[in-house]
């Protein structure tokens, strides 16, 4: 049990809230603290590995119903999902009417937001009824404004306001209104922003994200066998392992709570005796053991690799490569650049299109002596706020790649000093995490 006046909020993903036996666990889990007090709640996911999440069966509905295409099929295995929880809960409760519409509403072109966002509302009310606690519709406390951004100052006031009503509560996550009135989801896994926000407005003292691993983990258990878990780590280096594909946690989750220096406890519904890992403003010391704190990658990076003599003393030259991009609305990743060359890394997906008219205007802009493509790279991230204290951790990790016999196409060692990245080439991708992760944890 927890000291007498703290306040938790608790979120659970999709595998948490799978069925019935989940709901159990996620039940006793909230009951066991009587400071957890609002619970945010996911749509259920994946039962097992080749089962379907409810979300991507809504996304699919709409697409359906897009192509003027029958949604039975799908709606119903959706329905069944809620009606297979319920009834193996033994809940004198139904949600037939708002199953029905949905599928209504769905037929009548209802949009893509809307659609998705019922996954979570309809597993909330369920959750809400097994917990004995009062549903409270995110769509009347999270707003956006009229850009589709996170309207802070209107939502923190609205959520305080609303939950200061409630000793306990279940929100739906994933989703808010927009000014008129309509739905609008976050990205995909955007649930942990609710969690967020929620611990944000009412100035919660712990926010805890419960999932279906034993915390942060130093790789992603899909590549690595059994990565070791890390037990503290700080917002920033959080950050920089989300946003390169440690998706454990959405990678916009920390902002609401980073102000507030609310910490985020990531725990697993599956052991809940285990301790997590601890998400703080700042670690309580700065040696890891480990040296590195994670790695994480990502694939699907193309580099646009500029050279020009004297481009260096070139007033403008940058920006007005960068312009290009920017005509076109991509962003890059990346900026590694010498006297004579820049590289600028960018999404392959969001160049997909525009591929050669971005080197035809960029060939206008700057008149280079050459412009190369290079695609199928990845990026990996190497992390760790112990990294600046310790020497030789660049020459470790490309002495290990060297020895794995990768090519480094690009290194980028970030400002903060907390982090280095190296593109290789995608075939690299597991190798190259393998031969940084077995560098430092052996
Ligand atoms: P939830 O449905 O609970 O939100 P997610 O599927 O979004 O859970 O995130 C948890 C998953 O993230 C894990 O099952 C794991 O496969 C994946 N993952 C990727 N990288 C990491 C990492 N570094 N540490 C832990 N999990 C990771
Ligand atoms: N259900 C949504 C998704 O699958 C949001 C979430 O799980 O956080 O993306
Ligand atoms: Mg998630």
Redesign the pocket.
Known sequence: MGCKHMVKVVKF????LADANQFRKVADIIKSDPDRRYAVA?AP?KRDSRDEKVTDMLLQCFRLACDKRDISGTFDKIAARYNGIIKDLGLDFSLDEDLEGIKVAISHHASRDYIASRGEYLNAKILANFLGYPFIDAEDCIFFDENGTLDSKKTDKKMSAVLSLHEYAVLPGFYGAMPNGTIRTFSR?G??ITGSIVAKAIGADLYENW???SG???????LIKD?LSIPEITYKELRE?SYM????LHEDAIFPVRKAKIPINIRNTNDPAAPGTMIVDKASSNVVETVIT?V?GKKGITSIHVEKDMMNSEVGFGRKVLEVLENHNISFEHLPSGIDTMSVLVSSAAIEECKGSITAEMVKAVDPDSITIMENLCLIAVVGRGMVSTEGVAARIFTALANAHINIRMIDQGSSELNIIVAVEEHDYQKTLEAIYHEFVK
């Open positions: 993903g999709g595998s948490s996911s996911g896994g649930s942990d999932t279906d691993v942060m983990l130093m790789a992603d258990p899909r990565p392992l594909g440690a998706t454990v994670g994480a």
